[in-house]
């Protein structure tokens, strides 16, 4: 998380986090200083959008970016007073940086997550990635936290210093593994959308989230890189900035998810319902969490008649679901819920939302349309 530099302004690999800067480089102040305004700019913009855009201050989704966006300016504050000795506490110093960094990288893993089950219905995936994300948190946080107060405190910091040298690249490469994970479903999940989706409109938005994760992984590669390469005065001041750009592609897009799991006639596939996962409740992570000002309806036939207590709020009932995900696994057989369900559900389905929901979510070529019709 922190640097040392010698005399000559150089990074000391052997001496990785104690000290400020003492160099004569008056370019390489410069650059330090605007890599953080940069990332400072880029957080405050963000909160912007985000309190002007959100209706409802609740949900995964709000409470990670405005802790990740904040987690990027107490970063920023804890380098630069610590690079330039503005406050010549280096404990004091050090609170700020973990504090920011804590916050600011698993923060953003979080608001990937948080959308994540807008394209991916996989319960138990799901599950998998949250206690990926908490268990990454606390074997990579706790021990290099540990070693960062190590090292700034007024005792023999050596031993603290070599194992911070080590620890540093481990929770990297651990952190950054764990976004390519998670990006790495998106571009799985959305590459599978494509080849059934023919809406130019999702498309494009299929194509935006493509990319957009392409380019998380690619920052965090670049990042990677100078961490390996020893650049660590470079690599510290970057990685706030890349983190902010990071943070605002994924608000750019993840709220456009919405809209994409929109059906013609404006039911949402994955909200707040049996489809999704009852361990995502209590965070409030739905569809419906999205601000209205991002949501927008697609044109198509006027509103369906009230539905049933056997219909979620997306919908699709339970057992439609549930029959899904059975096609999904490659059971063919239809439960004996989803037969009761067809014969007591009013609500009917158009031929376009049919046709959509059986593409999207890869229903098999056994079932009927009547049967996702009812």
Not at 300 to 327: D, F, M, V
Request: neutral net charge; aromatic residues 12%.
């Amino acid at each position: 998380m922190a640097v040392s530099t010698t005399s000559t302004g150089s990074a000391d690999s052997g001496d990785g986090i104690t000290g400020g800067y003492t160099g004569d480089s008056v370019a390489l102040r410069v650059v330090i200083g605007s890599f953080i305004a940069i990332s400072w700019y880029n957080a405050v913009e963000l909160n912007i959008l985000i309190f002007a855009t959100f209706q409802k201050y609740r949900g995964l989704y709000f409470w990670s970016l405005v802790v990740a966006s904040w987690g990027v300016v107490f970063y920023g504050i804890g380098f630069l007073f610590k690079f330039f000795q503005v406050i010549d506490n280096g404990v004091g110093n050090v609170v700020f940086i973990t504090l920011g960094w804590w916050c600011m990288v698993t923060g953003q893993s979080v608001v990937l997550y948080s959308r994540l089950h807008l394209i991916l219905l996989n319960e138990k995936l799901l599950r998998r990635i949250l206690w990926m994300i908490i268990v990454d948190a606390v074997i990579l946080h706790i021990p290099t936290t540990v070693l960062t107060f190590g090292s700034n405190a007024h005792t023999d910091t050596a031993a603290f210093v070599r194992g911070y040298n080590v620890m540093e690249k481990i929770q990297m490469t651990g952190f950054c593994m764990q976004e390519f994970i998670i990006s790495g479903i998106y571009l799985w999940e959305t590459a599978k959308f494509l080849r059934t989706d023919d809406q130019a409109k999702s498309r494009k938005t299929l194509y935006a989230l493509f990319y957009i994760n392409m380019t998380i992984i690619l920052m965090d590669l670049s990042l990677l890189g100078l961490e390996y390469a020893n650049l660590y005065i470079l690599e510290i001041v970057i990685k706030g900035m890349v983190y902010s750009v990071k943070l605002k592609l994924e608000f750019a897009i993840l709220g456009k998810l919405v809209q994409y799991v929109r059906t013609p006639s404006g039911h949402v596939i994955v909200g707040r319902g049996s489809d999704v996962p009852e361990f995502l409740r209590p965070f409030e992570t739905a569809a419906a969490d999205i601000p209205e000002a991002s949501v927008t309806t697609p044109a198509g036939p006027a509103a369906p008649r009230k539905r049933r207590s056997t219909e979620n709020l997306n919908g699709l009932s339970a057992s439609t679901y549930e029959h899904i995900e059975k096609q999904k696994d490659g059971d063919a057989s239809v439960s004996a819920q989803y037969q009761s369900a067809i014969q007591t559900t009013d609500m009917r389905r158009s031929e376009d939302e049919i046709e959509m929901v059986m593409k999207r979510y890869s229903v098999g070529p056994n079932t009927s349309k009547n049967e996702i019709r009812r």
